[in-house]
């Protein structure tokens, strides 16, 4: 069964910036599309990005031109990259499988607050 395990996250001040890793294993990473998505307390969960095994890649506009999606596929890891961060960041962010059906991580809490 495929497994992925999120890391990276924490407090951070708002302005400052964090990076997600996601690491897969029993899967053939470099083939599949990957997301982030992240929920936060009291709402649903949403998609922040999407990558492609192609490489391209999709944001959810509230994080256009702050967070970065990438993969290392000799690594089997996915990144989110996130600067900028504002108090609406804190959530806790699940990478992935943009499969069906569809793999999930644990989670990682990411908590942006003064």
């Known amino acids: 069964q495929v497994q992925l395990g999120e890391s990276g996250g924490g407090l951070v001040q708002p302005g400052g910036s964090l990076r997600l890793s996601c690491a897969a294993s029993?899967?053939?990473?470099?083939?599949?599309?990957m997301g982030w998505y992240r929920q936060a307390p009291g709402k649903q969960r949403e998609l922040v990005a999407t990558?492609?095994?192609?490489?391209?890649?999709s944001y959810a506009d509230s994080v256009k031109g702050r967070f970065t999606i990438s993969r290392d596929n000799a690594k089997n890891t996915l990144y989110l990259q996130m600067n900028s961060l504002k108090a609406e960041d804190t959530a806790v962010y699940y990478c992935?499988?943009?499969?069906?059906?569809?793999?999930w991580g644990q989670g990682t809490q990411v908590t942006v607050s003064s």
């Open positions: 992935s499988t943009e499969t069906a059906p569809r793999y």
């Open positions: 990558i492609a095994a192609s490489g391209s890649t």
């Open positions: 029993r899967v053939i990473f470099s083939i599949y599309a």
